[in-house]
């Protein structure tokens, strides 16, 4: 008896704990204020709502935190209802509601890696060149070549520079390991216009 109180004791103390630590903060999900909201840690709600009905009378419908789904590549997802029904990332829906818009192209990284983790610490809005630079340098994933690739680093002495960061390599095997991308030396042959959505040229 005494154990299991002392079980439902701790169970108490760590809830407690970790609602004092981070406590659920909810905000407006953007174009849907006064319908839904999401909080800091990564969970949606629909709001309490008057729904007009065909006879032309109302209904309440009360609020509900919303049921999310995975993706095929680990991402949570919702569908939110507003004259017609729409699915958004919820890594997305808790960066613009708390920090702000993502820029065009832009991506949100997850910083422990952890693709369902979307509480809004673990969140940071960086470009895809850095999404990839992040994941081998702190996650340690190795770059994955394409079944069947064939690549040809002959001409690795030649430094390249990808045009929209800016940064320049020392190799195209450089950059191809950096950014995870292997469809560079394509790029700059004119067989494809992007690798990776980015584009690349040689350094003059």
């Known amino acids: 008896m005494y154990r299991l109180f002392g079980l439902i004791f701790i169970c108490i103390l760590v809830w407690y704990l970790k609602y004092i630590i981070m406590q659920e903060i909810w905000r407006d999900v953007k174009g849907y204020e006064g319908i839904y909201q999401v909080s800091n840690l990564g969970r949606v709600k629909s709001l309490d709502r008057k729904v007009k009905r065909r006879n032309n009378t109302t209904r309440i419908e009360w609020g509900r935190i919303m049921s999310l789904r ?9 569908e939110l209802a507003n004259n ?13 509601a708390f920090i702000g818009d993502i820029k065009p ?8 890696g952890v693709k ?20 081998i ?3 340690n994933r190795k770059p994955v070549i394409a079944k069947g690739s064939k690549l040809d680093f002959s001409n690795k002495a030649i430094r390249v520079i990808c045009v929209e960061t800016g940064e320049e390599f020392k ?27 980015l584009t690349f040229k040689y350094a003059i």
Request: aromatic share 6%; net charge positive.
């Open 171 to 197: 190799s195209i095997r450089d950059a191809c390991k950096k950014l995870n991308i292997w469809t560079i030396q394509a790029q700059l042959k004119g067989r494809q216009k992007t690798a990776g959505g």
């Open 137 to 139: 340098k702190y996650l």
């Open 70 to 78: 995975t993706t095929p590549k680990g991402y949570k997802r919702v």
């Open 84 to 96: 017609g029904r729409r699915a958004f990332m919820v890594h997305r829906l808790v960066y613009e």
């Open 116 to 135: 369902n983790d979307n509480r809004l610490s673990n969140l940071e809005q960086c470009t895809r060149s850095e999404n990839i630079k992040h994941s």
């Open 105 to 112: 192209n832009n991506q949100i990284n997850h910083l422990n």
